[in-house]
Nanobody
Framework: VQLQASGGGLVQAVDSLRISCAAS????????MAWFRQAPGKEREFVAA???????YYADSVKGRFTISRDNAKNTVYMQMNSLSPEDTAVYYC???????????????????WGLGTLVTVSS
């Protein structure tokens, strides 16, 4: 299984950015996908998830600004990030899980595979 994240970069505050994660080696349409992030000096935290049935979940800190989506035909998950702030600066990791349940969708231990991450830097 490979998860290849892309689309990170340097943006200004209030700008938008879309990051992507292309998956291979798994049955993507039956796999739940998520984004986590880790800021410098902080622990990794949940950002958003989309289960294989299409339901979405967000951290309170990004709700209303970020949108997670998936294209099963392209084996790709996206995250559209709007109204970015310096507090969103982090390495963003995509994760995949075949047995993610509602109760644990926000927990990193629910996901079996992880990509290397893409760096998003938001300047003020």
């Amino acid at each position: 299984v490979q998860l290849q994240a892309s689309g990170g970069g340097l943006v200004q505050a209030v700008d938008s950015l879309r990051i992507s994660c292309a998956a291979s080696g798994l049955t993507f349409s039956r796999t739940s996908m998520a984004w986590f992030r880790q800021a410098p000096g902080k622990e990794r935290e949940f950002v958003a998830a989309i289960r294989w049935v299409g339901s979405t979940y967000y951290a309170d800190s990004v709700k209303g600004r970020f949108t997670i989506s998936r294209d099963n035909a392209k084996n790709t998950v996206y995250m559209q990030m709007n109204s970015l702030s310096p507090e969103d600066t982090a390495v963003y990791y995509c994760a995949a899980g075949s047995s993610v349940i509602l109760a644990t969708v926000r927990l990193d231990k629910s996901y079996d595979y992880w990509g290397l991450g893409t760096l998003v830097t938001v300047s003020s």
